[in-house]
Each structure stands twice: as C-alpha cells, then as structure tokens.
C-alpha cells in the first residue's frame, strides 16, 4: 500500500464543464503520475510532477493541466470535458530509487 | 506509435500450467521493464521487474526473461493459480526531467485461468 488516494471515484460531468481529480499522498513522495486507461490503450501518461511546483507534459497532455503546491496533492484538471475524455483515471507514485510507480485505485469519469 | 505492444489480447490456461506473457518494444532507450496485474475496478499493482542490463528476474512463481536483441520480454506464471486471472500489463520506463521516469504501457493480456 503506497498511500494513495483519490478523488472522486466516480464522477459523471457534462460536456464544457471544468472537472478536478485529485490524487493524495501521505509519504511524501517526490515523483507523481496521472495516467488514463483506456479499451486498446493500455495506460497512457498524461502530465508528471517531479517535485512541488515542478511538472511537466506526458503523451496525451491536450485538454488537461495539473498542479503541485504541496508534496503530497497533485491534482488534474480537464479545463472543459469533453466526450473523449470519458475515461479511467490513475495516479501514482514512484520513490528513488526504485523504478517502480505505484498506483491509486482509480477514477472513473463519465463525460456526457 | 505504439513503443510495447502485447499482441495476445487474451490467453487462457489451465490451471496449475504454466502461463506466459509476451510483449515486445522497439525502443531501444528503455532501462526497466514492469508487468502489473489488474483486477476489475482496482488499480494496477506490481508484480515484477527487471533492468535492461539482466535477462532474468524470479521472484516466487513469476519470472521475467528479457531477450535485448529480439526487443522482447515474457512473463512467466508457474503454477498458474485462479487468482491469477486478470490482466496484466507490460511496461517500459526510461529517463526524463528532473530524475522523473515515463512508463510506457502495452494494451494489456486478459489471463484466464480455468480449474
């Protein structure tokens, strides 16, 4: 157990609507991830933190933003949903040095 | 451009076999291969890894082969128990900013295993 939480589990939004996830943590750890899933895709980056204020862009970043103003919260936010962003979300965590990234049970969103 | 592909949308074995997960890269920068395990409305959780300098990992009934020239990697599952059916996920890691590392995931193996 790596201390993750997340939050909402489940969410069912409108399209144009501005949604937040957040992710929490309680070892403080340096590295966050959030991730969707997806039928055929796998699990798909979508923005990374390497440290309070400091992230970046993963593979599907367009639509989403995040913030880090303390270690232990990393939140994403979909700044309109939009129907393709119907999906499972996923944060995780990874402690050095170790390779390995642990990961929250999940959101589920419903974008109608 | 899918970088891991699983090709196996689905396996299925009998239980107390032996299952094995393959999955194949084509980046060469890759520095650690994972396999996670998913159930149904959970997260994914970790099974095993393994360092693109070795060729083997054990860990109990789970071993990771990784063959550097053929890009390939395989899971393999002995005994295969019925708790052991869920999909499973290959993914490669590599380096990025500030010390961070992307995991790139394949689509997944759904593994069923039957009594």
């Known amino acids: 157990d790596a201390g993750i939480t997340q939050s909402p589990r489940h969410k069912v939004t409108e399209t144009g609507t501005p949604v937040t996830l957040r992710c929490h943590q309680t070892?403080?750890?340096?590295?966050m991830y959030w991730y969707r899933q997806d039928p055929g895709h796998g699990l798909r980056l979508i923005h990374y933190s390497y440290g309070v204020k400091d992230t970046d862009k993963g593979e599907v970043s367009d639509g989403y933003s995040v913030s880090r103003s303390k270690t232990e919260d990393f939140l994403l936010t979909l700044e309109s949903a939009t129907s393709s962003q119907t999906s499972v979300y996923f944060c995780?965590?990874?402690?050095?040095?170790?390779?390995?990234?642990?990961f929250g049970p999940g959101t589920r969103l419903l974008v109608l | 451009d899918q970088q891991v592909k699983q090709n196996s949308p689905s396996l299925s074995v009998q239980e107390g076999r032996i299952s094995i997960l393959n999955c194949d890269y084509t980046?060469?920068?890759?520095?650690?291969f994972l396999w996670y395990k998913k159930y149904p409305a959970e997260g994914p959780t970790f099974l095993i890894s393994?360092?693109?300098?070795?060729d083997k990992n054990e860990d109990g009934r789970f071993t990771v082969f990784l063959n550097k020239s053929a890009k390939h990697l395989s899971l393999h599952i002995v005994p295969s128990q019925p708790g052991d059916s869920a999909v499973y996920f290959c993914a490669a890691s590599f380096a990025v900013r500030g010390g961070a590392q992307k995991l790139v995931f394949g689509q997944g193996t759904r593994l069923t295993i039957n009594p």
């Open positions: 393994i360092s693109s300098i070795k």
């Open positions: 070892e403080n750890h340096r590295y």
């Open positions: 980046n060469s920068m890759f520095d650690y």
């Open positions: 995780a965590i990874r402690n050095p040095p170790g390779e390995t990234q642990y």
